[in-house]
T-cell receptor, first 118, second 114 residues
């Protein structure tokens, strides 16, 4: 079945360590996104990519990095510079950037990765 | 700037009774509006979307929402709650005037009592 796979589902990190969260999609979508979710705050956009080898900062990009070397993959690295990394991270994709040419597209989400800093 | 306000952080209903989750938005142009549902420790799933067609939008699992421009609202309703509806619901706005960026509300947790 087509979908988005995030791994690992749970991850523990010591302070000062970088960690990378994996996101793979087989939906043949052009656009991919990383969101951070904290209780009572909704979702906040970290980074997004509309095409291979290109990505843009979202609202809270500081302390994070991404790459988009393949259409199917959009890994997120949480660096030691991220002050408060404990959160639930969601990856999403869409067939075209929301609102691309005509109307916003639907976002398809993975099941998330929960990162806890010890 | 565009924004979304979900008026209730928690809503509790009894099984079989109606559901109302309230959402107000702010946008200077012509918005598109979405409702997504999230079950615990899962990703989000689209329930329904409004994109300038019919103002009453029907979604999956018996949910519907009505776009009211005069009230800047997009409330989510369901005639009869089911236990499986217990989840968190997010109202989302997107507007071409703001580069089609998606803005998420803070979420409403729906509890369904048996």
């Amino acid at each position: 079945d087509g979908g988005i796979t995030q791994s690992p589902k749970y991850l523990f990190r010591k302070e000062g360590q970088n960690v990378t969260l994996s996101c793979e999609q087989n939906l043949n979508h052009d656009a991919m996104y990383w969101y951070r979710q904290d209780p009572g705050q909704g979702l906040r956009l970290i980074y997004y990519s509309q095409i291979v080898n290109d990505f843009q900062k979202g609202d809270i990009a500081e302390g994070y990095s991404v790459s988009r070397e393949k259409k199917e993959s959009f890994p997120l690295t949480v660096t030691s510079a991220q002050k408060n990394p404990t959160a639930f991270y969601l990856c999403a994709s869409s067939m075209q950037p929301p609102g691309g040419v005509s109307q916003p597209g639907e976002l398809f989400f993975g099941e998330g990765s929960r990162l806890t800093v010890l | 700037a565009q924004s979304v306000t979900q008026l209730d952080s928690h809503v509790s209903v009894s099984e079989g009774t109606p559901v109302l989750l309230r959402c107000n938005y702010s946008s200077s142009y012509s918005p598109s509006l979405f409702w997504y549902v999230q079950h615990p420790n899962k990703g989000l799933q689209l329930l329904l979307k409004y994109t300038s067609a019919a103002t009453l939008v029907k979604g999956i699992n018996g949910f519907e929402a009505e776009f009211k421009k005069s009230e800047t609202s997009f409330h989510l309703t369901k005639p009869s709650a089911h236990m499986s509806d217990a989840a968190e619901y997010f109202c989302v706005v997107s507007d071409r005037g703001y580069g089609n960026k998606l803005v998420f509300g803070a979420g409403t947790i729906l509890r369904v009592k048996s």
